[in-house]
């Protein structure tokens, strides 16, 4: 079994074994040709790999290196291989070594862009790579605010806002004054519950909008607002007629989603008319959009990311097609963005755990039927 953290060292011995492979068997193991015209980095990431001791990769990765040599052959001739991994491999201290360390495997093989090889993320909800693309990031680059600001008329701001661990930092210390959540849990999603509640009770407001109950309602600001919203199963009948939305799913492809049931009677509104009535009414004078026709017909909102997000041009007519689109992918065409336009080798560092008398190293999982964490 590997052990918890060691996932950089299993990666590095079966390349290492894959170049004592390449040794014995030149040209038939290592794809030479498109290490050279596809990529840059390699001598040095070579170098890191062969230096690595097989007591280090052994002591690191919790496995013998007659194990890895098992996965080595597997791998060694294999020219179509895909990688994947989930929330175990990203949600860690050195999530984004590890998978740098999967694409050199990757590229040692010439295992990108090519039908049946590739890296491929299995993220833990359906959407979330689709709201990154939407611009939901806190770092989001000026290409995209530009665009937005063309579009929209009005200057996004450029400042850098917080990620959720430096938000839950910031509403503990007292920092921040209103939570809005567009559905999930936080407060059980997070690291340390009381901690996280306490921030949450100092808070001025907190605004839920949920599908579904959750405890972390239970928790409040000064002022709380529980507004139940439409699911992605329940019909949303707007001023046009039934509407439907969007998702991305981990491979790239973006397909429309109508809903197929009754909702529940009474005021429920979809998340789209709660975000525009909260738009309206906060920014009054100073709006900007047509806010009121995008919740009538959200097809409006898709001509809007038509214009603004790459990869989404004439987006209600590709929406509508049977399957949906698959999104511009810069690898899978063999089209790096990056200063040489190669793919770059990564050398990552191999961390070693090293544990007192009476400390643990232990991981938590996320099982499937696990709604909103």
Known sequence: QVKLGGDIAVLRGIMKHLFDAEDY??????DTGFIRQYTSGYAEFEQAIRGTSWADIEESSGLTRAQLLEAANLIAPKQKIITCWAMGVTQQKQGTEVIKEIVNLQLLNGAIGKPGAGTCPVRGHSNVQGDRTMGIWEQMKDEFLDALKAEFDFEPPRAHGLDVVKSL?????????????????LL?????????????RGQQATIFVATKLNRGHLTTGSLSLLLPTLAHVDIDMQASGQQMTSCESTTGVVAQN????????GQMLSEVAIISAVAIATLGDRLRGDWVGMTANYDRIRDHIGRVVPGFENFNERLRQRGGFYLPNGPRELTFKTTDQKAHFSVTQLEKTALSPGQLVMATVRAHDQFNT
């Open 25 to 30: 068997n030149p040209g038939r193991v290592i």
């Open 169 to 185: 930092r910031a509403m503990v210390e007292g920092k921040t004054k209103v939570f809005f959540s567009l559905g999930g849990n």
């Open 188 to 200: 059980a999603a997070g690291p340390d519950t009381e901690v996280i509640a306490n921030g949450m």
């Open 258 to 265: 109508k809903g197929v049931l009754e909702p529940l009677p």
